[in-house]
C-alpha cells in the first residue's frame, strides 16, 4: 500500500509538472475534491492579483466569483467539477482588487486507475483584449448591419461567436443557430472544395488576408456562391483569437458570367 500510494503520489508530481508546462504564462490551478485549491502558479497569482498564499486553500469561486459574473456559468461549472467532467467556457472573473476580466477557462479532471478524482486542473487564460477586439468589430459591423455583405466573427475555436443580421439573411439560419458552431461544418455540402476552405484555413493560421470564393449551403439545403474576404483576428500576445469574414452571395454574378459565355 505505501508503495502503491508512493507510486500514485509522482504520477500525480509528473502530471502537474507536465500540464503546467503546457499551460505556458496562462493561470494554472489545482483544485482537491472539495474545490479547494491546492496549487496555483504565479501566472494565476498575478492575473488575479492574489498572494499564491492567499490562494492556497480557498475556491475559485469563492475568491474570483463577483457582481459582474454569470451565475448561471458558475453553477455550470460547479457542476462539471462534481461530475468529474472537462470543460472550457468564457467567463467574467474578479480581481481582488474588485475589478474584472475576461477569461477562458479549461477545465480538466485527473483521475485515478479506479475513475476516482485525484484533483482538479484548471487553465485560465485572460482574454480581455481578444473580447475587447471582438466588441470593437461588433459596433463596425453595426453599420453595415443592414447592407447586403454578411459578417461573421469567430472564436478562437473557429467557432461563431456573432453574425450580422445580413448573414441571417443570407444563410437562412437564425443567429441562435449559428453561434457556438463553426462555419465550416454549418455552412458545406456536397459541391464544397474543402482545398478552398484549407486555403483559408492556412490563411488565418499564417496571419494573411483572404479573398476567397466558395460553395456554401443555406439551411434550406439550397447552395449559393459566397465570396469570403476578411482576416484573422490576435490577442496581445500575437495569439490567433479567431476571425472575421464578410460573406456576400454572388451567385447571381456567376450565373451572369456563365449565361455571358
Known amino acids: 500500500n505505501q508503495q502503491k500510494r508512493q507510486l500514485l503520489q509522482e504520477r500525480k508530481e509528473l502530471k502537474r509538472l507536465s500540464l503546467v508546462a503546457m499551460a505556458n504564462s496562462n493561470g494554472v490551478v489545482f483544485n482537491n475534491n472539495r474545490g479547494e485549491i491546492t496549487y496555483a502558479n504565479e501566472g494565476f497569482a498575478l492575473m488575479t492579483g492574489y498572494a499564491i498564499e492567499e490562494l492556497l486553500g480557498n475556491t475559485p469561486v469563492s475568491l474570483c466569483v463577483g457582481p459582474n459574473t454569470d ?30 476580466f475576461w477569461a477562458r477557462s479549461k477545465g480538466q479532471a485527473v483521475l485515478d486507475e479506479a475513475g476516482e478524482l485525484i484533483e482538479y486542473f484548471t487553465i485560465v487564460e485572460d482574454i480581455s483584449e481578444e473580447r475587447k477586439r471582438i466588441e470593437e468589430i461588433k459596433v463596425l459591423s453595426t453599420i453595415a448591419e443592414k447592407s447586403r455583405l454578411a459578417i461573421i466573427v469567430t472564436d478562437a475555436d473557429r467557432n461563431i461567436s456573432w453574425v450580422n443580421e445580413s448573414f441571417t439573411k443570407i444563410t437562412g439560419f437564425i443567429r441562435e443557430e449559428c453561434i457556438g458552431n463553426n462555419p465550416r461544418v454549418l455552412l458545406s455540402g456536397p ?10 484555413k492556412a490563411k488565418i493560421e499564417n496571419l494573411e488576408e483572404f479573398d476567397t470564393e466558395v460553395i456554401n449551403y443555406k439551411k434550406n439545403g439550397q447552395p449559393y456562391f459566397a465570396r469570403l474576404q476578411g482576416q484573422a483576428l490576435t490577442d496581445s500576445q500575437g495569439n490567433i483569437a479567431g476571425y472575421f469574414a464578410m460573406h456576400e452571395d454572388i451567385t447571381q454574378e456567376k450565373e451572369s458570367i456563365k449565361r455571358n459565355k
Open 71 to 100: 451565475p448561471v456559468q458558475v453553477e455550470e461549472i460547479i457542476g462539471h467539477f462534481r461530475r468529474n467532467e472537462n470543460y472550457s467556457m468564457e467567463i467574467v472573473l474578479h480581481r481582488k482588487d474588485g475589478t474584472w
Open 191 to 200: 459541391m464544397t472544395d474543402n482545398r478552398n476552405l484549407d486555403e483559408l
